[in-house]
C-alpha cells in the first residue's frame, strides 16, 4: 500500500513542478528579451505597422516623457540590427523567438532583394522593410505577425 501511495506522491510533485516551469511564449519572450535587447520591455514598446511594400518596425518608448536613456538604448539596438539585417543575419530574432518564427527564414533569404532602413526617433527608432517580390513582403507580414503574437502586451499593431 505505502509503495503506490509513494508513486502517487512522486506524480503529484512532478506534475506541480513542471506546471510552475511552464509558461506562455509571451512570456517567455517577456523574460528573456534582455538577452537580446538592451533596453526595458516595461518601459518600451514595439509597434508593427505593415505596409503594401512591407512594414515599419518601431520600438518606442511607453511614456509620453521619454526616457533619454532608454531612447539611446533602442537607438542603438535597432540601428545595429538594421545593419545585421541588411547582410541577411536575423540571429538575435531567432534566439528569441525560435529559428522556425513564421517568415524569418524567408526573411534570411529575402534581406539582400530588400531596403531595410533605420531611421531615430524622437521617442525611439525604427526600421523600415521594403521589397517588390510578393515572397519577401509575405514573409515580412508573417514576421510581422508572429511578433506581435509573441511579445504579448509589449507590442501592437498600427
Given at each position: 500500500?505505502?509503495?503506490?501511495?509513494?508513486?502517487?506522491?512522486?506524480?503529484?510533485?512532478?506534475?506541480?513542478?513542471?506546471?510552475?516551469?511552464?509558461?506562455?511564449?509571451?512570456?517567455?519572450?517577456?523574460?528573456?528579451?534582455?538577452?537580446?535587447?538592451?533596453?526595458?520591455?516595461?518601459?518600451?514598446?514595439?509597434?508593427?505597422?505593415?505596409?503594401e511594400s512591407g512594414g515599419v518596425q518601431r520600438v518606442v518608448t511607453r511614456s509620453s516623457v521619454a526616457d533619454a536613456h532608454?531612447?539611446?538604448?533602442?537607438?542603438?539596438?535597432?540601428?545595429?540590427?538594421?545593419?545585421?539585417?541588411?547582410?541577411?543575419?536575423?540571429?538575435?530574432?531567432?534566439?528569441?523567438?525560435?529559428?522556425?518564427?513564421?517568415?524569418?527564414?524567408?526573411?534570411?533569404?529575402?534581406?539582400?532583394?530588400?531596403?531595410?532602413?533605420?531611421?531615430?526617433?524622437?521617442?525611439?527608432?525604427?526600421?523600415?522593410?521594403?521589397?517588390?517580390?510578393?515572397?519577401?513582403?509575405?514573409?515580412?507580414?508573417?514576421?510581422?505577425?508572429?511578433?506581435?503574437?509573441e511579445h504579448g502586451a509589449d507590442a501592437k499593431a498600427e
Amino acid at each position: 500500500m505505502r509503495h503506490p501511495a509513494c508513486l502517487l506522491a512522486t506524480a503529484a510533485i512532478f506534475a506541480m513542478s513542471c506546471a510552475a516551469q511552464a509558461q506562455t511564449k509571451q512570456e517567455h519572450v517577456h523574460g528573456h528579451a534582455h538577452q537580446v535587447m538592451p533596453f526595458e520591455m516595461d518601459k518600451t514598446i514595439h509597434v508593427f505597422r505593415m505596409t503594401e511594400s512591407g512594414g515599419v518596425q518601431r520600438v518606442v518608448t511607453r511614456s509620453s516623457v521619454a526616457d533619454a536613456h532608454q531612447v539611446s538604448l533602442i537607438q542603438d539596438h535597432l540601428k545595429h540590427e538594421a545593419k545585421r539585417f541588411q547582410s541577411g543575419d536575423f540571429g538575435d530574432p531567432a534566439k528569441l523567438h525560435g529559428a522556425a518564427m513564421p517568415g524569418l527564414e524567408q526573411m534570411r533569404a529575402a534581406a539582400t532583394r530588400m531596403s531595410i532602413t533605420y531611421r531615430p526617433l524622437p521617442n525611439g527608432a525604427q526600421i523600415e522593410f521594403r521589397a517588390k517580390d510578393i515572397r519577401a513582403i509575405t514573409a515580412i507580414h508573417r514576421w510581422f505577425g508572429a511578433q506581435l503574437s509573441e511579445h504579448g502586451a509589449d507590442a501592437k499593431a498600427e
